[in-house]
């Protein structure tokens, strides 16, 4: 099926991503120039809404919902908070977007700001992207210098501020509410929920926070008409198209981008990614980010999109898809799972600080041939603690992979249990 | 108090104010413009951003520490940090790791004795597709090999002086 | 007014009345460890889960408002076994030293365990440990007991106005400390010993002294200040162990500053007088009370009293000196540049006062005027005070004359007084004190005073009665 493509097209050409490029070759601008002079800020969301464009983050959720919650009388200031953290492991497409189209992002921004009725937005970017976020600020720059950002953009009366902020290190400064308190000079700590950050995010204002693909989407949206955009989907409520990391035992590993919904994950794996790397057997999936449960090579004929995925017991999360052949040791590797979520739990809430690191404690017996049989179903049992107990996903995140690791593979930790060797 | 920080640094945060609404925002971005000048963050420097921020010492310390960048303690001049997580681990990252710690002669964790390089494991760097991959410094290599490792390090080696 | 159900018990609430408050009301205690009433609620321990109708996952009761028609389940079997996980997570790292502990007996988390936890323990890795540092001389810090409630850190930020105390580090290595072993610099320190809900916390002042079961709690007042912060003195065999804030939502909430919980030890200095002397001689209660009333029966006599005395006390010397004294005055002393309420005011932005006396408004209310507005002096004096009147305000006022002290004075005090006659300090007491608002509250004894030391109307009242026999006293 020929796919029709937004993005990655101009990805890996290093001169696509200047202001000059953009404007010839990308149409830049002329969303956001349409909206602020032709279109009110409620035209925009319902635009958005038409458009079902669901978080490019991980939860999914719906964005022209999320904007529609910021409340319209408001004497405090609001804020759009661009989520450029990108943490969960095996997710590298917002990097993409920031190297190789920064305009898309900077136009999206000033859209979904003119929405929402923000006067200065934030994009909070993770720590170790130091190019990216050069490059980020060399487009700002350049948007600025043209008299796309500052005061009365277009003539529009409309004035927008964009400074980029950059994170230091911290997983949980994905989560949104962890990325506000890192924005306003705290520890990257989620809060407690209510209130959400529509009501009261950044220093205590109405804010909303999206991700830098869902941001780079709205201009792209814009230009076709939210029906348009939401056709290019082909399940419910799922618009668009989706950029996927395809990474670990595939051909061609890369950022792919798809229609959404338009093809199930075995076809992404065998015709995007080429087929397993020399020619193994395909043994899982993590479908979605290190924190979705893992998928056995037999459940992979599934619909790739939020939903389809929901009904087989996990997630599309931030559609990092990581492929794993017949050679891998799965305890080793969900050992390996487990000391990242361990890293990086904040240590505010019980189950997650201490039950993490149980987890991890418990792996470490069993692959070194310590642990007991009933260490198995205690390991279990202490997911389960975790998950949905904790103050954010983390606990989630961290429980999931271990649940599902052992429920679909249980006999290979039993044969390191029982002493046996089955990898090299 | 004796000042540690560079005109430079007070340039910088003055340029940053009017960007947030609170002074207390800056202190990301401070810690980062210090450790950029200091190559890491001693207590002393802690002490004089919160004083520039206006809080207390120990609440710099408590953000300071909850973020892994930031270097509490002295690093080596080159600071190479190999991602070892799932999409890296699955590409051999492991090996690399022994590899570059036979070739330092140093443990993950440990900075050679000439101060020259500090290695560290690294959570996901977000370069999943061209894994495996590492940040040295401020720069990532990717598609990373025993190749490019061992040629980084000879390479950086030269440059000593 | 709104209701919703717990435990299948219809409860009203008001809005924006979270569910352990609402639950509380119908009876139904929910544990928690992080959640403090006078903090902020940050629903970190995830002790205190519950079951909402509609809700797929637990709920933490601290974060969760009531709502109109809510059904909340506080003892469904997902609550029982969410708890249960918790006290586990808890005490995986928590040493099992409750014998040596000064929390044991008074512990949330020793109470939540045997309510909430399991007999049986399921981990066998090692626990994790810390190495302390120094906070100075209130607090004794042991971090190993720890569970990260951070309830210190939001009273240093929220109450005490400081953020020394902070969570270094993430995740399972956080630290919950001060840096560099540097002193706690708040006048509030105390208080941490009082919310840390384990003994990582503990007040150096009460270290090793007495098993907190074993101690008898009276209700009183502080007299520190004119705030009147409600407190506890807690005793046993008529010595005080420690005293502690007690709850009162419209003056002190639920904290006390650090001169006022340390304030008691002077009642139990070695040093303080018991005895009635003159000069440096121990005298009979007979000659102190005859010596008394020589030196002032029919005279013009000059009374000054603490601003620390109960309102009986002062209205006693008032009436008496109305009834025997007849050219008499009587002014009150208690704080150097205090002189009445109307100088009084905040000496911090917490709770601390100017007015370093308990009853100054107590004082104005019987018209009695501060000793900086007396004229002239009569040549005898005499002081009566509680034990927390500045002496040297009031002294410096009448130098030269003969002065005779009555109520609590240390060995410090004696040297300007010809002659000292014992009283009752505020422990060993009932009277009623008015705050710097006008808040009457009453004072109650914990300790019954020393047989040697007598009331301010005992000692007036023998003087008045001319009772001054040897057999009578």
């Known amino acids: 099926m020929s796919q029709t493509t937004l993005f990655e097209q101009h990805f890996w050409k290093e001169s696509n991503r200047t202001l000059e490029y953009y404007l010839q070759s990308m149409n830049g601008y002329q969303a956001a120039q349409k909206v602020l002079k032709e279109m009110s800020p409620d035209q925009v969301i319902d635009e958005v809404k038409k458009g079902n464009i669901r978080g490019r983050g991980g939860a999914g959720f719906p964005m022209g919902m999320k904007w529609s919650f910021i409340p319209k009388a408001s004497e405090k200031p609001k804020y759009l908070v661009c989520n450029a953290d990108e943490s969960e492991p095996g997710t590298c497409k917002d990097r993409q977007i920031i190297r190789y189209t920064p305009h898309l992002l900077i136009e999206g921004l000033i859209i979904g700001s003119f929405a929402i009725g923000c006067k200065h937005a934030y994009v909070y970017i993770r720590g170790e992207y130091v190019r990216e976020a050069k490059l980020l600020n060399a487009a700002i720059d350049e948007a600025y210098a043209k008299g796309y950002l500052g005061k009365n953009i277009f003539g529009s009366g409309f004035d927008l501020e964009i400074t980029v902020h950059r994170g230091a290190g911290a997983y949980i400064c994905g989560e949104e509410t962890g990325l506000l308190n890192s924005l306003e000079g705290k520890r990257g700590e989620p809060r407690v929920k209510p209130p959400f950050p529509a009501v009261s995010g950044a220093f205590g204002c109405p804010t909303a926070v999206n991700n830098v693909e869902s941001i780079a989407n709205v201009p792209h949206l814009i230009r076709m008409g939210g029906d348009a955009f939401a056709q290019l989907g082909k399940v419910d409520k799922s618009g668009g198209t989706r950029l996927i990391s395809l990474s670990g035992h595939v051909k061609k590993p890369g950022v792919y981008e798809i229609q959404a919904g338009s093809m199930t994950l075995r076809q992404i794996i065998d015709h995007l990614g080429g087929g397993v790397i020399n020619d193994k057997k395909l043994k899982a999936v993590i479908p979605g980010g290190s924190s979705s449960p893992i998928l056995s090579a037999d459940e992979i004929d599934v619909v790739y999109d939020v939903e389809p995925l929901m009904k087989v017991g996990t997630m599309m999360g931030s559609a990092a898809i990581m492929v794993i052949h017949e050679d891998t040791d799965l305890v080793k590797l969900l050992m390996r799972i487990t000391k990242f979520y361990e890293h990086e739990s904040c240590g505010q809430c019980t189950p997650c600080r201490e039950g993490c690191h149980w987890m991890e404690s418990i792996l470490h017996k069993i692959i070194h041939h310590e642990a007991k049989p009933s260490d198995l179903d205690l390991l279990v049992d202490v997911a389960q603690n975790i998950g949905g107990k904790t103050l954010c996903a983390l606990g989630d995140a961290a429980a999931g992979p271990v649940i599902s690791f052992v429920k679909k593979f249980r006999p290979e930790f039993e044969a390191y249990i029982k002493g046996q060797k089955i990898y090299a | ?161 | 007014m709104p209701k919703c159900t717990i435990d299948g018990k219809e409860v009203e609430f008001k809005p924006g009345e979270n569910l352990i408050t609402v639950a509380k009301r119908a009876g139904v205690e929910i544990p928690v460890f992080c959640y403090h009433p006078g903090l902020t609620v940050v629903a970190q321990c995830r002790m205190c889960y519950v079951e909402v109708e509609k809700m797929p996952k637990l709920q933490t009761a601290c974060s969760t408002m009531a709502a109109e028609g809510m059904v909340v389940k506080t003892q469904s079997d997902p609550v029982v076994k969410g708890r249960a996980g918790t006290m586990e997570f808890l005490l995986l790292n928590h040493p099992l030293d409750c014998p040596i502990c000064d929390k044991a007996g008074e512990c949330d988390l020793q109470d939540n365990s045997y309510g909430h936890g399991s007999a049986y323990m399921r981990h066998s890795e090692e626990r994790r440990t810390y190495v302390d540092v120094d906070m100075g001389p209130v607090i004794e810090k042991n971090m190993n007991r720890c569970i990260h409630c951070t309830r210190c850190i939001r009273f240093g930020e929220e109450v005490a106005g400081i953020h020394e105390m902070v969570a270094i580090k993430r995740g399972n290595n956080i630290d919950i400390t001060t840096i560099d072993g540097n002193p706690l610099q708040t006048e509030y320190a105390g208080n941490y010993a009082d919310i840390c809900p384990t003994g990582s916390l503990t007040l150096r002042d009460f270290r090793f002294r007495k098993r907190a079961w074993m101690l008898k709690k009276t209700a009183t007042v502080c007299e520190g200040c004119s705030k009147g912060c409600n407190m506890e003195i807690q005793h046993e065999g008529n010595v005080i162990y420690r005293c502690v804030p007690r709850e009162n939502l419209e003056i002190n909430k639920y904290w006390m500053c650090d001169e006022g919980r340390f304030n008691y030890h002077y009642t139990q200095d070695p040093t303080r007088i018991l005895n009635p002397r003159s000069g440096n001689a121990s005298i009979s209660w007979a000659t102190a009370i005859q010596e008394l009333k020589s030196a002032t029966e029919g005279k013009k006599v000059t009374f000054l009293v603490g601003s620390d005395l109960t309102q009986e006390e002062l209205t006693t010397v008032q009436e008496y000196v109305k009834a025997y004294q007849k050219d008499s005055s009587v002014y009150h002393f208690g704080t150097e540049g205090v002189a009445e309420i109307a100088d009084d005011g905040q000496a911090d932005q917490i709770l601390k006062m100017k007015s370093k006396t308990s009853n100054l408004f107590g004082a104005e209310k019987l018209g009695i005027k501060n000793v900086s507005s007396m004229k002239s002096t009569s040549d005898v004096v005499v002081v009566i005070r509680g034990g927390r009147a500045d002496l040297e305000s009031a002294l410096k006022q009448v130098q030269g004359k003969k002065i005779i002290g009555m109520g609590v004075f240390l060995e410090k005090d004696a040297a300007p007084f010809s002659m000292i006659l014992p009283g009752l300090a505020f422990t060993e007491k009932d009277g009623t004190v008015f705050n710097h608002s006008g808040i009457e509250q009453k004072i109650k004894r914990a300790i019954v005073p020393k047989n040697t030391v007598k009331t301010v109307s005992e000692v007036l009242m023998l003087v008045a009665n001319q009772k001054t026999k040897e057999a009578v006293v």
């Open chain 2, 1 to 161: 108090m004796e000042k540690h920080l560079s005109d430079k640094f007070y340039t910088a945060m003055k340029k940053l104010e009017p960007r947030y609404p609170t002074k207390k925002a800056l202190i990301l971005p401070a810690l980062h413009q210090a450790q950029e000048e200091y190559g890491w963050l001693p207590k002393e420097v802690l002490a004089e951003i919160a004083e520039y921020i206006g809080v207390h010492a120990a609440q710099i310390r408590e953000v300071a520490s909850f973020y892994t960048m930031y270097n509490l303690k002295p690093v080596g001049k080159n600071h190479i940090k190999i991602c070892t997580n799932v999409a890296c681990c699955l590409r051999g990252a492991d090996e690399l790791m022994s590899f570059a710690e036979k070739k330092l002669g140093i443990k993950c964790g440990e900075t050679t004795p000439d101060g020259l390089f500090s290695l560290s494991e690294e959570e996901c760097l977000g370069a999943c597709t061209t894994a495996p991959a590492m940040m040295a410094n401020d720069d990532y290599i990717e598609e990373l090999d025993v190749n490019k490792l061992n040629d980084f390090i000879e390479k950086m080696k030269v440059v000593k002086s």
